[in-house]
């Protein structure tokens, strides 16, 4: 290639002085107005050509240099993007390693590298915020959220982070942003709901629960969410009683038996309004229908509650013995009969009915209690030790202790959720007692029978 050059260079040579003996006369050559030399016509042809191609190496030179230049920008470029990659691998794996001191060395360090590293304001201010950093946490997401205003994992970090600080409006607007760009997003709607609930604004929390068991999940997770969401029809239905808004608060009521047919607070709630709204007898009715479809001795509890309140215990006692007609070996519904005889005063009902159990039951406080106050007022003193009496602190009203299936927690005051695990229906009024045959305790037979929409 060298040698061909060399040739035409050669070539071109001979043919300008082939050029310059065929034509010897001088041309004026004007540089300006005022400037001007005399040159053979060979010497302009070799001279034009000579700044021509002066002209090509220049622009040809400069062409090469800003590539260089470009090249030399770009593999720096690539080799701080792999230096940053190489410390945001580091980092996150010290971050998941719990080894924060070195994951936040390392994170500082890509920042430095790159002022623009979300993930990184992002991993960083989450490790501020388990350390409790809480203020420095929300200044990294908001810097982060500057560079991207619609990233959801941004929104969500600060979300997080203003719900730790009880600052509870501000997590809400950001999760309701969240929504605006992806209404299906289930983690923005479950952290939603449940920061309403945390505020007890049940109202708010019913839609977004709604929008919650829509989408689709895992069976364990929608029949989850599924309880919760009679929970929260209950708890809204709650607030409009207690605001005195009864329309309202029976449709939340009868939603919650539409969902669940055995959701026993609904219930109760529905027989509440009718008492609240001066109709105590059809609270009554609702509440005897209910019992007779899902035997729920809680029921019978409310009843006896509201007819003693109306001054109407027989009516009361009807239900109960027309209960123990049709179970007539159940010890748990004559336990509580007899209870009622003995908050009646009619003492010899209680001891006649009370005293055909215990001979059954190995182990009975309750039952023991009453019996004992029983054969103090009937003068059996063998029988009702003084310092039993005295170490019992018995007292007239023998209350009725709930407990949770769900945690075991126990409670005199009945109520829709547990004030322990927060299960909603959980309740049961098994008392405590020990069958002498079996060796076992006794419980409430479950029951799973149709539900006539008269009810509600």
Same mark, same amino acid.
């Given at each position: 290639?060298?040698?061909? %050059?060399?040739? $035409?260079?050669?070539?071109?040579?001979?043919?300008?002085?082939?050029?310059?003996?065929?034509?010897?006369?001088?041309?004026?050559?004007?540089?300006?107005?005022?400037?001007?030399?005399?040159?053979?016509?060979?010497?302009?042809?070799?001279?034009?050509?000579?700044?021509?191609?002066? %002209?090509?190496? %220049?622009?040809?030179?400069?062409?090469?240099?800003?590539?260089?230049?470009?090249?030399?920008?770009?593999?720096?470029?690539?080799?701080?993007?792999?230096?940053?990659?190489?410390?945001?691998?580091?980092?996150?794996?010290?971050?998941?390693? &719990?080894?924060?001191?070195?994951?936040?060395?390392?994170? #500082?360090?890509?920042?430095?590298? /790159?002022?623009?590293?979300?993930?990184?304001?992002?991993?960083?201010?989450?490790?501020?915020?388990?350390?409790?950093?809480?203020?420095?946490?929300?200044?990294?997401?908001?810097?982060?959220?500057?560079?991207?205003?619609?990233?959801?994992?941004?929104?969500?970090?600060?979300?997080?982070?203003?719900?730790?600080? #009880?600052?509870?409006?501000?997590?809400?607007?950001?999760?309701?942003?969240?929504?605006? $760009?992806?209404?299906? /997003?289930?983690?923005? $709607?479950?952290?939603?709901?449940?920061?309403?609930?945390?505020?007890?604004?049940?109202?708010?929390?019913? *839609?977004?629960?709604?929008?919650?068991?829509?989408?689709? #999940?895992?069976?364990?997770?929608?029949?989850?969410?599924?309880?919760?969401?009679?929970?929260?029809?209950?708890?809204?239905?709650?607030?409009?009683?207690?605001?005195? #808004?009864?329309?309202?608060?029976?449709?939340?009521?009868?939603?919650?038996?539409?969902?669940?047919?055995?959701?026993?607070?609904?219930?109760?709630? %529905?027989?509440?309004?009718?008492?609240?709204?001066?109709? *105590?007898?059809? +609270?009554?009715?609702?509440?005897?229908?209910?019992?007779?479809?899902?035997?729920?001795?809680?029921?019978?509890?409310?009843?006896?509650?509201?007819?003693?309140?109306?001054?109407?215990?027989?009516?009361?006692?009807?239900?109960?013995?027309?209960?123990?007609?049709?179970?007539?070996?159940?010890?748990?519904?004559?336990?509580?009969?007899?209870?009622?005889?003995?908050?009646?005063?009619?003492?010899?009902?209680?001891?006649?009915?009370?005293?055909?159990?215990?001979?059954?039951?190995?182990?009975?406080?309750?039952?023991?209690?009453?019996?004992?106050?029983?054969?103090?007022?009937?003068?059996?003193?063998?029988?009702?030790?003084?310092?039993? &009496? &005295?170490?019992?602190?018995?007292?007239?009203?023998?209350?009725?202790?709930?407990? @949770?299936?769900? @945690?075991?927690?126990?409670?005199?005051?009945?109520?829709?959720? @547990?004030?322990? @695990? +927060?299960?909603?229906?959980?309740?049961?009024?098994?008392?405590?007692?020990?069958?002498?045959?079996? &060796?076992?305790?006794?419980?409430?037979?479950?029951?799973?029978?149709?539900?006539?929409?008269?009810?509600?």
């Amino acid at each position: 290639m060298a040698a061909f %050059l060399i040739l $035409l260079f050669l070539i071109f040579i001979g043919l300008a002085g082939y050029l310059a003996q065929l034509n010897p006369e001088k041309v004026v050559f004007f540089v300006t107005r005022d400037m001007s030399f005399q040159m053979s016509v060979t010497s302009l042809i070799l001279f034009s050509t000579a700044f021509g191609g002066g %002209l090509v190496i %220049l622009f040809a030179g400069v062409h090469e240099i800003k590539y260089f230049i470009l090249n030399w920008k770009y593999a720096r470029q690539k080799r701080k993007e792999a230096q940053i990659e190489t410390y945001y691998t580091e980092a996150v794996n010290a971050f998941l390693a &719990k080894r924060y001191r070195d994951a936040t060395t390392l994170f #500082q360090k890509i920042l430095s590298l /790159n002022a623009n590293h979300i993930n990184s304001f992002l991993r960083l201010g989450k490790i501020y915020r388990i350390q409790g950093n809480h203020n420095e946490a929300i200044k990294l997401h908001r810097k982060a959220r500057s560079l991207d205003e619609q990233n959801i994992e941004v929104l969500l970090a600060l979300s997080y982070d203003l719900e730790e600080t #009880q600052r509870f409006e501000e997590a809400t607007q950001y999760l309701k942003e969240i929504l605006h $760009l992806d209404g299906t /997003n289930l983690t923005a $709607l479950m952290r939603l709901r449940d920061i309403y609930i945390r505020l007890q604004r049940w109202e708010e929390a019913h *839609p977004v629960q709604e929008k919650v068991i829509r989408l689709p #999940q895992p069976k364990e997770v929608a029949e989850k969410e599924a309880v919760a969401l009679l929970g929260i029809k209950y708890e809204a239905g709650m607030c409009c009683l207690h605001a005195n #808004q009864l329309e309202g608060a029976r449709r939340y009521f009868k939603g919650a038996i539409k969902l669940d047919k055995g959701f026993l607070p609904a219930y109760i709630g %529905l027989s509440d309004i009718h008492v609240k709204g001066g109709r *105590p007898y059809l +609270g009554a009715r609702l509440l005897e229908k209910a019992y007779e479809m899902t035997r729920h001795i809680i029921l019978l509890h409310r009843l006896e509650d509201l007819y003693l309140e109306m001054g109407e215990p027989e009516k009361v006692l009807h239900v109960y013995r027309k209960a123990l007609e049709k179970d007539p070996n159940d010890i748990v519904l004559k336990f509580y009969l007899g209870k009622l005889y003995y908050r009646l005063e009619m003492v010899d009902d209680a001891y006649d009915l009370l005293s055909e159990i215990e001979p059954q039951i190995e182990y009975f406080p309750d039952l023991h209690k009453i019996l004992g106050n029983l054969y103090l007022r009937k003068g059996e003193l063998s029988l009702a030790v003084d310092a039993l &009496k &005295k170490s019992l602190k018995l007292k007239k009203h023998v209350l009725v202790s709930y407990y @949770c299936s769900a @945690c075991d927690y126990h409670t005199i005051a009945w109520s829709g959720r @547990c004030g322990r @695990c +927060g299960q909603w229906n959980s309740y049961q009024a098994k008392p405590i007692l020990v069958d002498k045959a079996p &060796k076992k305790a006794l419980t409430e037979t479950p029951y799973s029978i149709p539900y006539p929409r008269e009810i509600i």
